[in-house]
Structures are given as structure tokens and as C-alpha cells.
DNA sequence: CACCCCACCTGCGTGC
DNA sequence: TGCACGCAGGTGGGGT
């Protein structure tokens, strides 16, 4: 569910709250998200600790906790993370509940079990940290750069833009919409880029995700922030779940199938190209 | 290595 | 009404 913009709105509701307080305690359900430390392994890192910073990197929730312990909470598809009192009656598939100073407790909801809260000893970075690409808005990134990752690949632009190992933090939603903006067709392969199109890749990433950002996110299904609002984005979606239905320009917004994933565009603004660049 | 498929889950909308 | 099916914002393991 929540893409760079979803938990980065998270990040912004929770850190004033929780930055300085100490954890005192853990409540685990029953039931195991995908990737969770064991209730033994959260017992014996977290309470007591103060917790010093709140980081977003990619999709990851980074808690950075005294002592050079970190706690990472990914939210998969339909996480969601806010703070008390618990409502009443009690919500359905809240799995963990984290207990901090003030009586404040963090409730972490998910339904699909997607999810992952892992919990690291101080020392080694966390492994899954490892394997995330590069932030959107990091100087280092730069059409010359999206250009030189592309190299020597075949694949298409749709699935190089969800590739986390690249670039972080953008899912099937915002990939749609910046191809749209970009006027890229989703299948181009990206050895087809030239660097004016790498510039628009960019320019219009970080455009759509500050301007999500801005709105809040977008709630297609799930998604709520830490206050249990829903975002606004969805209102300014040009082509995710929307085929069918016509485009700005006129024509119908189509949807095709890449990796497993719909991809929706519009042939016109999108068009493919068959010749090279 | 690069790339794709599928598993992992629950819930909802659709069509028969 | 019930049931089967397809679909949903995530990652990662295994196969080609």
C-alpha cells in the first residue's frame, strides 16, 4: 500500500510525538507478519530505550533507538501505524503494540501480514537497509546517473522504476503516474532512454512524490496516516485505475500487465516507439 | 547477472 | 444468497 509519500506523511505525524520518549514495553499477537523478530528478540531491545530519531528510507521505517539499536517497520500493502488511546471496540489485525512513556502506545495494523518490524542489535547496519537503492531527492541522483543504472539492461521502464534496489520508494502507483507525466510508454526498454528522457523521469518523480507528500498521500483502499486520515493524492491520479476511462487528452486509458503488476497509461500520451531515439 | 513468476495474506467487488 | 474468481499500494526466493 504505502509508497514513499504514504510513510514519509507517516514519519511526519509520528516523529513530534514519539522523538525523546522511552519505550517501556512490547505486546506481540499471535499471529507472525511475513518478517517480524521473535517477541523474545523485541523484549530484549526495546524497552527501556529512549528512542532518539525516526528516519524514513525508502519504504522503511527506520526508528534509530539508544544505544545503536535500530528498529525497522515496512508497512507492505496494508500496514498502518498510529498512536492511542486503542479504539473500542478493538481493531481487527492489530499484531503489535508498542508501549512508551506518557502511556502513549503505538498500534501497528495490518492486514494482509505484509508487513515486516524487525529489530537490530547495535553494530552491523541492518541487512534489509542494504539492499535499498537510492533516494529520490539524494543530490547523487541525476539523469546521468538513472542513465548509467540502466546500462547494459533490457528491461522495461515500468519495472526499472519499482526496482527498490535503484531507486527507493516509488510503488505501482506513482510509477504509472510519472511515466504519464514523463510521456513515456511503460514498456520502453530502458536502453531506449535518452538522457532528455532520463531528465523528465526525474524531474517528474520528484514532482509527483513532493506533491503527494504535500496532499497527504493517496487512500486508493487502505491507506490512513498516523492520525487515521485518509490522503487527498488520489484526487490529482491521471491513469492508476482508471481505464476505461479517458484521458485528459481524450483517449480511453488503457491497462496492460508487466511482472505480475497493471500497469494503466494512455496510448496517446504515451506513445511507443518503434523507431530509435 | 538480469529478469520474471509466484508466494505470502485478507478482503472486496463482480458475475454467474 | 452463495460461490468462484480476479484483483489490490509490498518484498523476496527461486527458476530460467
Redesign the pocket.
Known amino acids: 500500500?504505502?509508497?514513499l509519500p504514504?510513510v514519509e506523511v507517516i514519519r511526519r505525524g509520528l516523529a513530534p510525538v514519539l522523538v525523546g520518549r522511552r519505550f517501556l514495553a512490547v505486546k506481540v499477537g499471535a499471529?507472525r507478519l511475513?518478517?517480524q523478530s521473535s517477541p523474545q528478540e523485541l523484549r530484549r531491545w526495546l524497552p527501556g530505550r529512549r528512542l532518539e530519531g525516526l528516519r524514513r528510507r525508502?519504504?522503511y521505517l527506520r526508528f534509530d533507538l539508544e544505544g545503536g539499536v535500530t528498529l525497522l517497520i515496512?508497512l507492505?500493502?496494508?500496514g498502518r501505524l498510529f498512536m492511542g488511546p486503542p479504539p473500542s471496540p478493538p481493531l481487527?489485525?492489530v499484531h503489535l503494540v508498542f508501549q512508551l512513556e506518557g502511556g502513549l502506545e503505538l498500534f501497528f495494523q495490518d492486514?494482509?501480514?505484509?508487513g515486516q518490524v524487525l529489530v537490530f542489535p547495535p553494530g552491523e547496519a541492518p541487512p534489509?537497509l542494504a539492499?535499498v537503492g537510492a533516494e529520490p531527492f539524494s543530490r547523487k541522483v541525476t539523469p546521468a546517473w538513472l542513465a548509467g543504472q540502466a546500462r547494459?539492461?533490457?528491461?522495461?521502464i515500468k519495472?526499472f522504476l519499482?526496482d527498490?534496489r535503484i531507486l527507493?520508494g516509488?510503488?505501482?502507483?506513482y510509477a504509472c503516474e510519472i511515466l504519464l507525466a514523463a510521456r513515456l510508454h511503460p514498456a520502453t526498454p530502458?536502453a531506449r532512454l535518452t538522457l532528455a528522457d532520463w531528465g523528465r523521469v526525474l524531474a517528474e518523480t520528484r514532482r509527483i512524490l513532493r506533491r503527494a507528500i504535500k496532499k497527504g498521500?493517496?487512500?486508493?483502499?487502505?491507506?490512513l496516516n498516523s492520525k487515521g486520515e485518509a490522503?487527498l493524492f488520489q484526487l490529482e491520479l491521471r491513469v492508476?485505475g482508471r481505464a476505461g476511462e479517458p484521458c485528459r487528452c481524450g483517449a480511453p486509458i488503457n491497462r496492460l500487465v508487466?511482472?505480475?503488476?497493471?500497469t494503466f497509461f494512455c496510448p496517446r500520451c504515451q506513445p511507443r516507439r518503434d523507431c530509435n531515439p
Open positions: 500500500m504505502p509508497e504514504e499471529q511475513r518478517q525508502g519504504k515496512h507492505g500493502m496494508t481487527p489485525h492486514t494482509r501480514r505484509f534489509p539492499q547494459g539492461r533490457s528491461r522495461p519495472n519499482l527498490a527507493a516509488i510503488g505501482n502507483i530502458v498521500g493517496t487512500t486508493v483502499a487502505n491507506y490522503g492508476y508487466q511482472a505480475g503488476r497493471s
